[in-house]
Structure formats: structure tokens, C-alpha cells
């Protein structure tokens, strides 16, 4: 299967050439450090970009306070990671090895200086990215997760930080790892918690507070207005996010839970033009959001819209769940579907622990080695079935009617008739669930037979499909009878992804009518900004 780069290790390592080295020292500062003095501070800011001009530096474990054997850089070598573009906080010291010299340059003038040389621009990422996706490869640094089998808080973190490509490893409370580690940290042993260095940990921190550490997050003002917020950061909001970066639009991406939406939990998406092994949706976009970055578009994760009005003067006001407000002067509403649910007593008990809507390794973490049930008979539940297959014991696909789908590729309905680590049961339901604090058995009831059964099981995948996420839209654009928001000749729109609502723009599944697969979410995206630059223009000639 593709993946980012093919020889990560060489690549973090790359240097710039002597020209773009020239440039940067017209804009820079040469500083010196002298042995043992700190560069970056664990958690301070990233203010500057340091291009080493002599001597060697080390990359401190923040947890064993020893340099990685793997981070000694040296003359050439520039130092950073891929927060940096997105002003997250330091993730490790960076200490100076021996007495050295360093070419200093202020974040935003570097930033300046990588959008005006472009070739500059795209060694420092693929350098960048790179170095994050050894540290997730590798599972170095990042944060470290003190937790117990079945804690619900410690896993929706696990979970956040795992779909938002921040690099987690998981320690078992009670192992002698963790009690070590919590006399180290002056940490409960008893308790679990997020540690992300010697001196800060947090015993109960929501998704929230470890995006705000993360940089994954941005501070938010009301007096400011972006010519466009993209709502939604799924393959088609990730897309537009590229074009209006790269178009020079101010824009922000304001998403819920994680960059990448659905296609972030496709284990293996095969029919993306231009990968034909394969390329996992969270690599896809990954490289999307790295890319959007690049062009200087902001992520805002994990935030939620709840609402949105216009303004007297035409500028729209996004009210988020925590009643913060962002204004823009065109919003593309990207915000896909979500999975139903099931009506099944307890059935919310166990979300998150046992009860799942998306089979990523994470979750195929979870289930070991153990039977696992998957919900559904269409194409997403049978990427799910093919992928736990290879880490479950056995994978029971129940199918309300008499066959999969047929909607589903024939490529995924052979592979799951012809492989024997997974059954399908046809006319089955789940019918009840139980256990403790953890799924523990499911009831399933053949509803042609009549018959019920039970089977022992940590973890059920539900994927009955999915409904537009469109409650948000407060009434201002025209849905159909579904909740999918209708847009072009429908509504008499000029554009095919205009809405009811001039300078409100739908892309991707939310869209009504739209074929939901990546591809046309992507292609959707990326069309959309041309038709807002037009509306921006128009604006602007009133
Ligand atoms: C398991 C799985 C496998 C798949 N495999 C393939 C495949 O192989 N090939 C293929 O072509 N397609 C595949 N698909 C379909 C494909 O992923 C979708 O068509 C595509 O992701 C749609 O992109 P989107 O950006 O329109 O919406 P989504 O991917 O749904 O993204 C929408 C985003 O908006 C966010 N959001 C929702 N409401 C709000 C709000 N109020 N505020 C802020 N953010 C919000 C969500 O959290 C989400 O991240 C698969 C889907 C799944 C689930």
C-alpha cells in the first residue's frame, strides 16, 4: 500500500540547498547555545526555525530525560517538526549536544519565506512530516495514556489522538511501567491519566485541552473575519481547505472530532485515482491537511458549529458549541454523515467501549483476539469485516436482508464469501447487549427462524448507514426530504454547489445528489473555491 514516503528515516533528515540556506540568512539571525542549554523547552512555544550552522544537537526523551539515539542532528540539519506550521507547542527538549550556531528565524517570516519559495516550502514539509510520521511509526514521544482496560476517558483520547496523528502509546495502570512512571510524574498511580512530559500531566483532560496543547486547536476572535470558513474536515472540507489556501483566500476548517471524517477511518480506500495498491483514507488526508497548511490554511479541531446567522451587513456569524462565534464571508458546509445508531437498550452504555462506529486499528486493538460482530451489509461494514478479519478471531457480519448490498463493489463481496475467518449471517439483527462496564455478550436474533443466540464478544461494529449532518444549518438553506442540502439548478443556484442561501456553499456526501465516495468529495472541494472567489469578487464590486 502507498505510503507517505518510502524511506521515512532518510527523508527526516534531508537538508536544504546552499541557496535556500542563502535566503534564510537574509532574513535570520546567526545565535549561539552553549552545551547543555535548551533550544525548545517541553510544551513552550516554537517561536523560531533553527538551521544548524555548527556544532550538534540532541532531541530529549521527555520521559527519560535522555537524548533519543535516533535525534542527534548536526551541521546542515534544521530542527523542527510538523507543528511548527501550525504553531503547536514543543513536544521535547531540544537541547544543544556541544557549544553551537544556529541560523535563528521568527516563525512568521519563515512561514513568509516558505510561501514565496515554494521548493523551500516543500522540502521543510516533506522533512516535517517525515519526522511526525517516524514518531507515529515508531510510537516516540507524544503522550503517554496511564490507563485501565476499560476507562472510557482514556480511550476517547486515545482515540482523538490516534485519528488526529498525534503520537499516543498506552501503558496499563498497575503494570510496573506505570507505577514507575507515576512516581516519576508525582501522578495517583492508582488514577488514569494523559502524561506529556516530567512536569505536566493531566488526570482527566478532554479532547479540547489536548488539541490546545497540540496546536491542533486555534484561539478564535470575533473580529476577525475569514473569506471563508469551511465547516467540516473530511476529504471534501480538507480539499477546499488546498484550493483556498493556494488560491490565497484566508480561510479556516472547523471540524468536530478529526481531520479526515469517514474516509480517516477507511483502513484501505482501492479506488483513489493514482494509488493503485491502495492508500489508507487517514494517509490520504493527512497529506491533504499537511498540504493546506502549507498554503497557510487553519484546522480548528476539536470544535463543532451549532448554528449559524447573517449579520446585517451579509457576514455570516458560526456559533460553536461552546458559544464561541466565527465570522465569515462565505461558508462551504462539508460536513458529511454520520452513522445511525441503533435503538438497543444500553446500547449507548457501551460506546466507546465495545459498542464502535469505525474499525481502525485502534479498535482492532481492542478486540485482540476475539470474535467481533459487524453490523450492516454495505460497503462500509464490509471494509470493516475484511479489516478486523485480520486481527480477530472470527468476524460475524449480521445482514438485516437476504444479501450484502448491492451497492457493494464486487471486488469487497468476494473477498468477504471467500474468506473463512468471516461469516455472514443473513435475516440477523442484534437484538440486546450486555456486561459491566465493558460490552461483554450480544443476543442476536435470526429473524427468518425466529431462533435467538448469543455470543461472547468485546466489540460490535455498527455501520447501518448514515444521515447528513445538516441540523446546524439552522433553517438557512433549503434540505431535502432526507436533510441533505439541496444545491444548484434545485434551488436556482448558479453554481452546481451553491445553495438556497447566496454565499453558502455544500460539498461533498452532504450534498444532495452527490456520489459518496472520496474522490467526488475531493473533486467537489476543490471546484467550490473557484465559485467562491467569483462570489467574493462580486462582493467586493457592489
Ligand atoms: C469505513 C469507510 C470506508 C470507506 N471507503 C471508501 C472507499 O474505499 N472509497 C471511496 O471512494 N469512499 C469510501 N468511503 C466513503 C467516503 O469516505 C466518503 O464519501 C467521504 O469521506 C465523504 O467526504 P466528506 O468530506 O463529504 O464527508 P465526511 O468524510 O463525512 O466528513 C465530514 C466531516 O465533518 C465533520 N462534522 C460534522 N458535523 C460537524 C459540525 N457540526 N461541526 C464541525 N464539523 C462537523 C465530521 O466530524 C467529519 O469529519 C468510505 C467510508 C467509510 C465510513
Known amino acids: 500500500m502507498e505510503s507517505l514516503a518510502e524511506d521515512i528515516a532518510s527523508l527526516a533528515r534531508k537538508r536544504l ?24 523547552v517541553l510544551g513552550g512555544p516554537q517561536d523560531y526555525f533553527y538551521q544548524i550552522t555548527d556544532g550538534l544537537v540532541d532531541v530529549i526523551n521527555p520521559i527519560t530525560n535522555v537524548p533519543f539515539s535516533y535525534g542527534r542532528m548536526g551541521k546542515g540539519e534544521f530542527i523542527g517538526e510538523i507543528d511548527f506550521l501550525y504553531g503547536g507547542r514543543a513536544q521535547v527538549d531540544i537541547c544543544a549536544a556541544t557549544n553551537v550556531r544556529l541560523l ?27 519526522r511526525r510520521r517516524h514518531m507515529i511509526e515508531n510510537n516516540l514521544l507524544g503522550m503517554t495514556l496511564l490507563s485501565g482496560e476499560t476507562d472510557r476517558n482514556i480511550r476517547r483520547i486515545a482515540d482523538f489522538a ?17 507505577a514507575k512512571l507515576a512516581d516519576e510524574t508525582g501522578l495517583d498511580p492508582t488514577h488514569p491519566a494523559v502524561i506529556l512530559g516530567p512536569e505536566i500531566a493531566l488526570q482527566n483532560p478532554t479532547p479540547r485541552q489536548v488539541a490546545a496543547y497540540f496546536g491542533l486547536d486555534v484561539t478564535l476572535s470575533k473580529d476577525r473575519v475569514y473569506d471563508v470558513l469551511i465547516v467540516g474536515g473530511g476529504p471534501a472540507g480538507i480539499a477546499a481547505a488546498v484550493y483556498a489556501g493556494a488560491e490565497g483566500l484566508e480561510a479556516l476548517v472547523i471540524e468536530d472530532l478529526a481531520i479526515g471524517g469517514q474516509a480517516g477511518t477507511s483502513s484501505r480506500i482501492e479506488n483513489y485515482m493514482g494509488f493503485p495498491t491502495g492508500i489508507s483514507g487517514a494517509d490520504l488526508c493527512w497529506r491533504g491537511e499537511v498540504q493546506a497548511m502549507k498554503f497557510g490554511t487553519r484546522f480548528a479541531v476539536p470544535r463543532r458549529a451549532k448554528a449559524v446567522s447573517e449579520d446585517a451587513d451579509g457576514t455570516f456569524c458560526v456559533t460553536l458549541e461552546d458559544e464561541e462565534q466565527v465570522m465569515a464571508r462565505s461558508i462551504v458546509v462539508a460536513t458529511g454523515v454520520q452513522y445511525r445508531k441503533l435503538n438497543i437498550d444500553r446500547l449507548e452504555d457501551f460506546e466507546g467501549s465495545g459498542i464502535y462506529y469505525a474499525a481502525t486499528d485502534l479498535e482492532a486493538r481492542y478486540c485482540g483476539q476475539s470474535e467481533v460482530v459487524v453490523i450492516g451489509g454495505g460497503n462500509s461494514a464490509g471494509q470493516a469485516a475484511m479489516y478486523l478479519s485480520r486481527t480477530a478471531r472470527h468476524v460475524h457480519v449480521l445482514i438485516r436482508g437476504t444479501s450484502l448490498a448491492s451497492s457493494m463493489s464486487d471486488y469487497l463481496r468476494n473477498r468477504l464469501e471467500n474468506d473463512p475467518s468471516i461469516t455472514l449471517h443473513t435475516h ?38 448514515a444521515a447528513p449532518n445538516t441540523s446546524w444549518l439552522s433553517g438557512c438553506v433549503a434540505l431535502d426530504d432526507k436533510g441533505f442540502v439541496k444545491t444548484g439548478r434545485d434551488v436556482g443556484a448558479a453554481s452546481l454547489y451553491g445553495t438556497s442561501h447566496p454565499g453558502i456553499f455544500a460539498v461533498g456526501d452532504v450534498r444532495a445528489g452527490s456520489v459518496k465516495r472520496v474522490a467526488s ?7 467550490v473555491i473557484s465559485r467562491i472567489w467569483s462570489f467574493l469578487q462580486d462582493l467586493d464590486n457592489r
Open 17 to 40: 540547498s546552499p541557496e535556500h540556506v542563502q535566503a534564510m540568512q537574509k532574513i535570520g539571525e546567526e545565535v549561539t547555545f552553549s552545551q547543555g542549554q535548551k533550544i525548545f
Open 162 to 178: 490516534n485519528r488526529n496523528r498525534i503520537p499516543a502509546r498506552q501503558i496499563a495502570l498497575g503494570s510496573p511501567e506505570a
Open 428 to 465: 440477523s439483527q442484534m437484538s440486546a447487549c450486555a456486561g459491566d462496564d465493558h460490552l461483554d455478550e450480544v443476543v442476536i436474533r435470526d429473524t427468518e427462524q425466529g431462533t435467538e443466540w448469543t455470543l461472547k464478544t468485546p466489540a460490535v461494529f455498527v455501520m447501518v448507514g
Open 521 to 527: 468529495a475531493v473533486g467537489d472541494g476543490s471546484v
Open 104 to 130: 535563528r528565524i521568527p516563525r512568521p517570516a519563515m512561514l513568509d519565506l516558505m510561501s514565496k519559495i515554494p521548493e523551500l516550502g516543500d522540502d521543510i514539509v516533506s522533512v516535517f512530516a517525515a
